[in-house]
């Protein structure tokens, strides 16, 4: 997948997690979510919830953080894999002719099937009624 296709991907992909964490966003930050800890010039960041780490660096002033490289390497795995199913969910869809609906044959023949199933459900409740108990009840003596 090239660079370009993964940003594209994101760009969808943003709004979405814009919306999903917008919630999340306007509750108070929990001030023990992240660990920083110092290595050599930069900082290690641990997202304990997550448990995801970012290397992170003073510039100017600002702490500035990168995912670590398995992290980076998981996040691109993921946009490959959602980018192989919405490919999948575009074709499933443009088969459809952009409609999710069964085609008339689908319902005639699920329609088909039900009918049978309830003519026979039927039959056997009409031999169930009709049937005579050998027996008839006894009154009871006390």
Same mark, same amino acid.
Do not use: W
């Given at each position: ?45 641990? *997202? $304990?919830? =997550? ?8 510039? /100017? @002033? ?5 995912? !670590? ?14 980018? *192989? $199913?919405? =490919? ?8 459809? /002719? @952009? ?5 008339? !044959? ?37």
């Amino acid at each position: 997948m090239t660079k370009e296709m993964r940003i594209g991907i994101a760009a969808l992909l943003l709004p979405a997690a814009v919306l999903l964490t917008a919630p999340a966003l306007a509750a108070e930050p929990d001030a023990t979510r992240f660990q920083l800890e110092r290595s050599g010039d930069h900082f290690v960041r641990l *997202d $304990r919830q =997550t448990g995801a780490m970012s290397i992170c660096q003073d510039q /100017n @002033g600002n702490l500035v953080c990168r995912m !670590a490289a398995d992290e980076r390497a998981a996040y691109d795995d993921e946009l490959d894999r959602l980018s *192989d $199913r919405v =490919t999948k969910l575009e074709k499933t869809v443009a088969s459809n /002719n @952009g409609s999710s609906l069964p085609s008339d !044959a689908d319902v005639d023949r699920t329609l088909g099937i039900m009918q049978k199933f309830m003519r026979g459900f039927m039959g056997m409740a009409k031999e169930f009624q009709n049937e005579q108990p050998d027996t008839k009840p006894q009154p009871q003596k006390t």
